[in-house]
């Protein structure tokens, strides 16, 4: 790419305002059709996703062409989350933001590639000025890929407004053709009040769903009274795909007034996180199926919320019929809709609300330690959502910390004593998260004399592990002492079976050499293309330390003409 002298006109001082957004403005970034994966808004662990995947036919290597003209703004490769990225700054304002890149095209490429041997690191953030990198409408910029934490090769494609605000790229005239309504998974009805009650019962119910002739759903007919409120489990389907993707609009409705409205148009990376007090999360935990809470809670300040009328709560008096209606739209406006008739009863109740009171109050705006055993937790006020009983226990090196049904917001720390530890041993002791299989998974420890903390976001069992054993390292596609003449790239398996890969340096005949690691497959490549050695006889050598400490070497010799 070369300097263009229209950049000089179009960041000059110039300010675009985003009151109205341009829908001819951005072109598709890819010149296949438009398949998704995943839309804009739709839930994901801990976030909202905040753009498009767009499928990429089961391949790598697809070109993206810049949607408009602009610069790079910013350039980031990580080992996780979107991988290989790119940032594109446009002349009115918005940024466009493509991930899990294979690789960048040539001009970019040849600049990232410069600088990772000039830092010697393979993660490296860069971010050109605006006269650097310009790029004009159709410039090729890219490679779509699997990089970071992909499920298959795609490409994650947002658009973000001036304040990097991620928001709906379909709202930008990005087509995507579809015909399908919205599907219905369940619908739960939640009794909030103190006298609350629904079906004679103060505990959330599941309600029977019949399909109508017309694609619309009737529930079963309940009884309540007080304040309750309703969730939905839906999801959208697009032609061409069976994903279940978000949708893009939900509407409530009782006796005709509008309760609630939610829409996914625009957040901010601030306030995702408050999708687990949006979601139902101890349902998704014990379900794994997420349930949109159709009313606003205490400390939920998502602005994809649009429109309340008491929260979004409904009041039902004793001897009062009421009809609560659910409508989910997807962005082509098609529809469905759930009708839920109630019958006011004041009813004697026969399922009152489940008491989960342990010894263990945290309330949710102070601040608070807990002593169990050798461990200690702290809570930071509104590390939790609302005030809450926790079930926590230690028994030697475990610690039980409730369980993963109730969400944390911020990190807490849980700390532990390690003064019986002697030797060496004391220096490769993490605290790490059981899985599910019994597995310590590595949390990031850190050590101040004899205590041991970690901080967590999420509940659980939590162990004291020691790791003494070092990482193993294995060459996938050469042996030592043989010619790799043929060879594009060297690839070795680089494991560690518990605190896991923290870092790994390789050089060639003493020379840095950039190896990207792929943690989904535990393989390090060099590119023979990075021309970093031109003898015949090479020396090898690969150190890989894990996140306590313990590190492997690894050398062999290879011959290439």
């Known amino acids: ?172 005239g990005i087509e995507i053709p579809d015909t399908k309504k919205p599907i219905i998974n369940s619908v739960i009805a939640y009794p909030l ?34 304040k309750i409120g309703f969730g939905v489990s839906t999801h959208d389907q697009q032609n061409g795909a069976s994903n279940k993707n978000g949708v893009y609009k939900i509407e409530t409705f009782c006796n005709g007034k509008e309760k609630f409205e939610v829409v996914f148009e625009k957040f901010s990376f601030a306030e995702t996180r408050y999708l687990n007090r949006y979601i139902d999360y101890s349902y998704y935990k014990n379900n794994r199926s997420r349930v949109q809470k159709l009313f606003r809670q205490p400390n939920n300040p998502l602005s994809i919320i649009k429109k309340e009328d008491e929260q979004g709560c409904v009041l039902i008096d004793d001897g009062l019929n009421s009809v609560y209606t659910i409508e989910v739209t997807d962005f082509k406006n098609n529809k469905t809709t759930i009708q839920i008739p109630i019958k006011g009863e004041e009813l004697e109740i026969l399922k009152p609300r489940k008491n989960n009171k342990t010894e263990d109050f945290i309330y949710a705006n102070e601040g608070t330690s807990i002593t169990k055993g050798k ?82 976001k999420t509940f659980g069992s939590y162990v004291l592990v020691a790791d003494t054993t070092a990482p193993t390292i294995k060459p996938i596609n050469f042996q030592n002492k043989k010619w790799v003449s043929k060879n594009k790239t060297l690839k070795i398996k680089i494991t560690d079976n518990l605190s896991g890969i923290s870092s790994y340096r390789a050089t060639i005949n003493g020379k840095f050499i950039l190896m990207e690691y792929n943690y989904k497959k535990d393989v390090l490549t060099y590119d023979f293309a990075d021309e970093i050695i031109s003898d015949a006889e090479n020396n090898l050598k690969l150190i890989v330390i894990d996140n306590v400490g313990n590190n492997a070497t690894f050398e062999a010799t290879f011959f290439r003409k």
């Open 375 to 456: 461990f200690s937790v702290y809570f930071p006020a509104n590390s939790l959502y609302e005030n809450t009983y926790l079930n926590i226990k230690a028994k030697g090196d475990t610690l039980v910390l409730h369980e993963d049904v109730v969400p944390l917001y911020k990190n807490i720390t849980i700390s532990t004593d390690i003064s019986n530890y002697k030797g060496g041993d004391i220096d490769k002791l993490y605290i790490g998260r059981l899985n599910y299989k019994g597995e310590p998974y590595y949390n990031r420890t850190y050590r101040k004399g004899n205590k041991l903390s970690a901080k967590t």
């Open 193 to 226: 009040g103190k006298e609350a009650q629904i079906n004679q019962s103060q505990n959330p119910i599941k309600l029977r769903l019949t399909l109508q002739k017309d694609g619309s759903y009737k529930a079963e007919n309940i009884s309540a009274f007080g």
């Open 1 to 172: 790419m070369k300097f263009y002298s229209y950049i000089l006109l179009l960041f000059g001082g110039i300010t675009f305002a985003q009151d109205s957004i341009p829908t001819s403005y951005f072109s598709n970034p890819i010149k296949i059709p438009l398949v998704l994966a995943g839309s804009f808004g739709e839930l994901r662990s801990n976030h909202f996703h905040s753009g498009l995947d767009i499928k990429t036919q089961q391949k790598e290597g697809i070109p993206i062409y810049a949607p408009a003209d602009g610069y790079i703004s910013r350039i980031k490769i990580s080992h996780y989350g979107y991988g290989k990225a790119l940032y594109i700054k446009h002349p009115n304002g918005y940024t466009t933001v493509y991930a899990h890149l294979k690789k960048y095209g040539d001009t970019i490429q040849k600049i990232v590639k410069t600088e990772q041997y000039k830092k010697e690191k393979y993660e490296i953030e860069l971010f050109p000025k605006s006269k650097e990198i310009p790029v004009k409408k159709g410039d090729l910029i890219a490679y779509t890929g699997n990089t970071g934490s992909s499920g298959g090769p795609h490409l994650h494609f947002e658009i973000r407004d001036t304040n990097s605000r991620p928001m709906n790229p379909l709202l930008f």
